[in-house]
């Protein structure tokens, strides 16, 4: 009797396998999922990144605007001209009639850089996987990867501005500090950013990935695809500070984000008034030319007194508050930024903990911070590494 019940069982446990690997060939073959799993991560996840740049920088104009003056066939026509231009052209086109455009719920005050969100519509037999909660999961990951995508474009345009700018603005010899103060600023906020986007793209994304993978390519029935699937994108929701346990850390991580961002208005709004005032000086030098040229005196002792008075106005004006503003920025900056290693440097995952080491190398904010001078803050880090 118990030989009859373990052949049955053999048998039915051969007939559960037989049918689980045709499954999965179905799946693989006939519905392609392991392309739309790949989808997913070059575009929901960022990965395809010569594609995110150029929608980037196509978007820059419109997502500046307020979220309810966007409209959006406007952004699905710019999503359209982004994927002709790059290499996310060549991609199979049922790939690429499932990319779209959402716009989120519009809050109080918000840009679209706020509300804007890639898209990717599912059907068929695929959506046992990528559930409705999954894309939904998804979509929370990609808010958080384009914002942190979005302080490097901005990152970039300041430091550009800033190489673009030093040279001219040497005519100016009073904004030296100035430029100094913004150079430094940046150089921080650089570093910063260039640490977390290290975090976002190995320890948050390849690692869990290449797990994914692995896992999706052993399996062998459609319960353990579910699974692995679920487990990335729990880590991933993890470790990108989407749970509940890291709440406190990912508001604190969006108010340096916000620091990034008015630092770049501030440093904008420096360097057009100093260029309208460059090119006042250049107007008034071209005038002393001119009539030189002409014979006539160069200019009278009054219209000389006149432009040294409006310089030293301008620069009374300027300096103060300008250098009052980015100092403000920088100490609110630093602040932010010692309450996030606080943080990170006691969290439970051992990735995160291991960014607050990569975050201060040298030790800066260590420094000025008694909290991270705690023997047991850094025990788990020694471990890490």
Known sequence: ?????????????????????????????????????????????????????????????????????????????????????????FDDSDILKRLDVRLLEVSPGDTGWDVFSLDYHVDGPIRTVFTPECIIMYLRVFNFLWRAKRMEYILAMIWKNQISNARMLRAIPELTGILHQCHVLAAEMVHFIQQVQYYINFEVLEC???????????????????????????????????????????????????????????????????????????????????????????????????????RISFLKQIIPSTRARLTVLSQSYQDMVRQFLVMVTTHQDASLRFLSFRLDFNEHYKSKEPKLQSPFMYRGLRHVT
């Open 1 to 89: 009797m118990q030989d009859t019940t373990t052949e049955f069982q053999n048998i039915i446990d051969e007939a559960y396998k037989d049918t689980s690997l045709h499954l999965l060939d179905v799946l693989h073959e006939k519905y392609k999922f392991l392309d739309h799993l790949k989808a997913m991560r070059r575009y929901i996840l960022l990965g395809q990144g010569d594609f995110i740049r150029h929608l980037m920088d196509l978007l820059e104009e419109d997502l500046a605007k307020p979220a309810g003056n966007l409209y959006l066939h406007n952004l699905t026509g710019i999503l359209e001209t982004a994927i002709r231009a790059t290499n996310a052209q």
């Open 208 to 310: 869990t990935w290449d797990e994914l993978l692995t896992k999706v390519k052993e399996a062998e029935d459609l319960d353990y695809i579910i699974a692995a699937h679920q487990k990335f994108l729990d880590t991933v929701t993890a470790r990108c500070l989407l749970d509940e346990q890291s709440r406190e850390i990912l508001t604190q991580l969006r108010t340096i984000f916000d620091l990034v961002i008015e630092f770049q208005a501030a440093q904008d709004n420096f360097y057009s008034e100093a260029t309208q005032e460059l090119d006042v000086r250049r107007c008034y030098g071209h005038r002393r030319e001119r009539r030189s040229k002409e014979g006539n005196w160069e200019v009278t002792d009054e219209e000389e007194e006149d432009e040294q008075l409006r």
